[in-house]
Every structure is written in structure tokens, then in C-alpha cells.
């Protein structure tokens, strides 16, 4: 504590006016200042209306015991923490536990020891101090996830629709009559634009992620039939890459599960894919839903993932040593950590295999429901 800093306040409860005197001499050599009560009333209304860093409390007193007064500072929000020590001539076990039942931290025993006592005084402003220390600090935490909260509200409103005019304009622009190298520069514009919305979203949902969890709406859905719409969207920049892509979706029956979510997990999945696939090459999308599981396995042909980096790679701003972007466009790390928030929000896991004879199959797997059985 610095020599600015208020001296802290010991609070002497009790009706004994001799005591309160003897108490207070006892600490005129401690730097602190010293507040008295004659009653646990009187004690209770101080420490309501006062800063009190540590309270003496006699137990014998009438009216208000030292007992219920205790019990009633510890049940206030406002005073809970403020450490008490009980002065009391009954030291029996049974009265200690009765204290500290009621919530005391310490006990003096009367008649008073000057040392015991203020060195019991001083270890109860050290937990008093560290305590508000460790409060304020929490404080400022809250307000700095208060400030990034709204830092990341106010990045995905204002980045949006500028976003979302860029595609829209882009979108049109890639015809067929125009020449290749056009249609190859609105491509790029259209990758640049899809993956700074996904990153500004993966942000957003990896932050809120990790403070509250996320949030699920679950519905039963088509998964597959949605899967399906997504893949058609990357047209445009699959035919720039010149990467084909094989769907095998074996899913007839509905899936249980949050499909704005997990349409989000395959976005990144395959544009995890087209980063690093081989112009001229090949993708391919297995579904699949089958004991008691939905599963989606993409398979890429492009440098693989070492086994030592597989489980790291879904770590927030993990990147693969060593692993060259084929495109040449830069990543955050954001993206797999958010697609195995989903995925375990969901109760699933999320994994790497290798493809043969090269690349990589990313696979993730979500739980379902028993299904009832339908009426003959």
C-alpha cells in the first residue's frame, strides 16, 4: 500500500466501555485508524455506512450477541468480506465452532494478549487488502470484456454490409463473357471479401465462445440439403482454382442439431480445403448418418498435415509449420478454433486423418438422438 493510500479502518464492537478503551490503546502504534460501537446494532449500522477493513467483536454482549452480529455481516453483499475476529473468554470448542459457523475468520481469547492481538489484527488487513486488491482487479477485467464485447459488436455491424456489397458486385461481375483474366480478379476479390466475413464472425463467436459457451438452436434440419447449397455457393471460386469437387451424401433421415452453426463448421472446412488444394485437383465431401451419429469427412489432396501438428491446428492462432499456402492467402488461426467450439457445443469431436495417396480428410462427428419409431 502506498503512503497515499487511506489507512484502513478497525471497527471495535463492544458495550464494555473499559474494552473498547483497552482495544483501542492496543493499536495507536499500528497504522491504522480505529472506529467504535457500543452495541451490535450500533456495529451493524458503522460498517453499513463506513469503509471497515477489519471488525473486533466481543460475543458477550446484550441484546445482539457477537454471534448474530457476525451472522449479519456475512450475510450483506456489501460486508461479506470484511474479515471479523471475535473477542470472547469461552474458548471451548463448542464456542469456537459456533464462531465459526457464524463466519468469523479469527478469535481473540480475554483477557487480551497485545501481541496475539495485533498480530491477528494484521494478518486480517492483509487478507482485507488483497482481497479488495484481487476485486478491482476482476473490475477491470469486467469492464475490458464489457469494451471488447462492443469492439466486436461494433466490427461485425459497421464490417458487414460493406461486405456484403463487395459480393453482391463481385458475384455479378464474374461472367462468362468475360475474359479470364477478369473473371481470375473478381474470384480473388470474392475470396478476400468471404474470408474477412469469416474471420470477423469466427472472432466474434470464439470470444463470446469461451466466456458463455455457444448457444445452440437446435431444429431437425436437412443438414445434407444445406451442406449441399454451400458447396454450389463456392462455384465461383472452385472454377477459378480450378478444383472439382464429389459429394457422397448418404443422409435420408433429419439431423438434429444447429444448422446455421454447423453450415458455418463446412464453410471454414472447405475453405480450409481450397486454400491448400492443388489447382486441377479434387475435393471430396462425404455425409453420412449412422449409429446414432452424423458425420462429415473432407478430403483434400493438397500437402497434408503432420501427425504432431493435427490437435494443435484447432487451437486459437495455431498455424502449421512448415505447410506452404498454396493460394497465398493468410490465415488467423481463428477458423478451426471456432469449427471445434461447434462441434463440442454440439457434444461432437473434430479430427484429422490422412489422405492416401496425399492431402488431408477433416472430419467431425455430432451425436443424435434416439430416433422413435415411426407408426406402421
Same mark, same amino acid.
Not at 20 to 41: I, Q
Not at 231 to 259: H, K, N, W, Y
Given at each position: 500500500?502506498?503512503?497515499?493510500?487511506?489507512?484502513?479502518?478497525?471497527?471495535?464492537?463492544?458495550?464494555?466501555?473499559?474494552?473498547? +478503551?483497552?482495544?483501542?490503546?492496543?493499536?495507536? *502504534?499500528?497504522?491504522?485508524?480505529?472506529?467504535?460501537?457500543?452495541?451490535?446494532?450500533?456495529?451493524?449500522?458503522?460498517?453499513?455506512?463506513?469503509?471497515?477493513?477489519?471488525?473486533?467483536?466481543?460475543?458477550?454482549m446484550p441484546g445482539m450477541d457477537g454471534m448474530e452480529c457476525c451472522r449479519r455481516l456475512k450475510a450483506d453483499p456489501q460486508l461479506k468480506s470484511v474479515p471479523v475476529i471475535l473477542v470472547t473468554?469461552?474458548?471451548?470448542?463448542?464456542?469456537?465452532?459456533?464462531?465459526?459457523?457464524?463466519?468469523? +475468520?479469527? !478469535?481473540?481469547?480475554?483477557?487480551?494478549?497485545?501481541?496475539?492481538?495485533?498480530?491477528?489484527?494484521?494478518?486480517?488487513?492483509?487478507?482485507?487488502?488483497?482481497?479488495? /486488491?484481487?476485486?478491482?482487479?476482476?473490475?477491470?477485467?469486467?469492464?475490458?470484456?464489457?469494451?471488447?464485447?462492443?469492439?466486436?459488436? !461494433?466490427?461485425?455491424?459497421?464490417?458487414?454490409?460493406?461486405?456484403?456489397?463487395?459480393?453482391?458486385?463481385?458475384?455479378?461481375?464474374? @461472367?462468362?463473357?468475360?475474359?479470364?483474366?477478369? *473473371?481470375?480478379?473478381?474470384?480473388?476479390?470474392?475470396?478476400?471479401?468471404?474470408?474477412?466475413?469469416?474471420?470477423?464472425?469466427?472472432?466474434?463467436?470464439?470470444? *463470446?465462445?469461451?466466456?458463455?459457451? @455457444?448457444?445452440?438452436?437446435?431444429?431437425?434440419?436437412?443438414?445434407?440439403?444445406?451442406?449441399?447449397?454451400?458447396? +454450389?455457393?463456392?462455384?465461383?471460386?472452385?472454377?477459378?482454382? %480450378?478444383?472439382?469437387? #464429389?459429394?457422397?451424401?448418404?443422409?435420408?433421415?433429419?439431423?438434429?442439431?444447429?444448422?446455421?452453426?454447423?453450415? *458455418?463448421?463446412?464453410?471454414?472446412?472447405?475453405?480450409?480445403?481450397?486454400?491448400?488444394?492443388?489447382?486441377?485437383?479434387?475435393?471430396?465431401? /462425404? @455425409?453420412?448418418?449412422?449409429?446414432?451419429?452424423?458425420?462429415?469427412? @473432407?478430403?483434400?489432396?493438397?500437402?497434408?498435415?503432420?501427425?504432431?501438428?493435427?490437435?494443435?491446428?484447432?487451437?486459437?492462432?495455431?498455424?502449421?509449420?512448415?505447410?506452404?499456402?498454396?493460394?497465398?492467402?493468410?490465415?488467423?488461426?481463428?477458423?478451426?478454433? !471456432?469449427?471445434?467450439?461447434?462441434? /463440442?457445443?454440439?457434444?461432437? %469431436?473434430?479430427?484429422?486423418? +490422412?489422405? #492416401?495417396?496425399?492431402?488431408?480428410?477433416?472430419?467431425?462427428?455430432?451425436? #443424435?438422438?434416439?430416433?422413435?419409431?415411426?407408426?406402421?
Open positions: 500500500m502506498s503512503t497515499e493510500d487511506p489507512k484502513q479502518v478497525v471497527l471495535i464492537i463492544d458495550d464494555d466501555e473499559l474494552a473498547r +478503551e483497552a482495544m483501542t490503546s492496543l493499536l495507536l *502504534r499500528e497504522p491504522v485508524e480505529v472506529a467504535v460501537a457500543s452495541s451490535g446494532e450500533a456495529g451493524l449500522a458503522y460498517a453499513a455506512a463506513n469503509r471497515v477493513d477489519v471488525i473486533l467483536c466481543d460475543v458477550m473468554a469461552l474458548d471451548t470448542p463448542a464456542e469456537i465452532a459456533r464462531g465459526l459457523e457464524a463466519g468469523a +475468520e479469527e !478469535f481473540v481469547s480475554k483477557p487480551v494478549n497485545r501481541m496475539e492481538m495485533r498480530a491477528r489484527v494484521r494478518s486480517m488487513l492483509r487478507l482485507k487488502r488483497q482481497h479488495d /486488491e484481487l476485486r478491482e482487479a476482476n473490475e477491470r477485467l469486467s469492464r475490458l470484456h464489457r469494451h471488447r464485447e462492443r469492439l466486436a459488436s !461494433f466490427l461485425v455491424h459497421d464490417l458487414k454490409n460493406p461486405l456484403a456489397i463487395i459480393t453482391a458486385n463481385a458475384s455479378f461481375c464474374v @461472367l462468362p463473357t468475360q475474359s479470364a483474366d477478369v *473473371r481470375e480478379s473478381m474470384a480473388d476479390i470474392l475470396d478476400a471479401v468471404w474470408t474477412m466475413d469469416r474471420m470477423v464472425m469466427d472472432l466474434l463467436d470464439v470470444a *463470446r465462445g469461451e466466456d458463455e459457451g @455457444l448457444p445452440l438452436k437446435l431444429s431437425d434440419v436437412r443438414l445434407g440439403e444445406r451442406l449441399r447449397a454451400l458447396i +454450389e455457393s463456392f462455384g465461383p471460386l472452385m472454377r477459378a482454382r %480450378r478444383i472439382t469437387i #464429389q459429394i457422397s451424401d448418404t443422409t435420408t433421415e433429419r439431423v438434429c442439431c444447429d444448422a446455421d452453426l454447423l453450415v *458455418r463448421v463446412a464453410t471454414n472446412l472447405l475453405d480450409n480445403g481450397l486454400k491448400y488444394a492443388p489447382a486441377g485437383s479434387e475435393l471430396g465431401v /462425404e @455425409l453420412t448418418l449412422s449409429g446414432g451419429a452424423f458425420e462429415l469427412r @473432407l478430403r483434400d489432396s493438397g500437402q497434408g498435415i503432420p501427425a504432431a501438428e493435427r490437435d494443435r491446428i484447432f487451437e486459437k492462432y495455431q498455424r502449421v509449420e512448415g505447410v506452404e499456402d498454396t493460394n497465398a492467402r493468410s490465415s488467423r488461426g481463428l477458423g478451426l478454433a !471456432f469449427c471445434r467450439m461447434a462441434v /463440442e457445443a454440439h457434444g461432437g %469431436r473434430i479430427w484429422i486423418e +490422412e489422405n #492416401q495417396p496425399c492431402g488431408t480428410v477433416f472430419c467431425f462427428s455430432i451425436p #443424435q438422438p434416439p430416433r422413435r419409431p415411426t407408426a406402421p
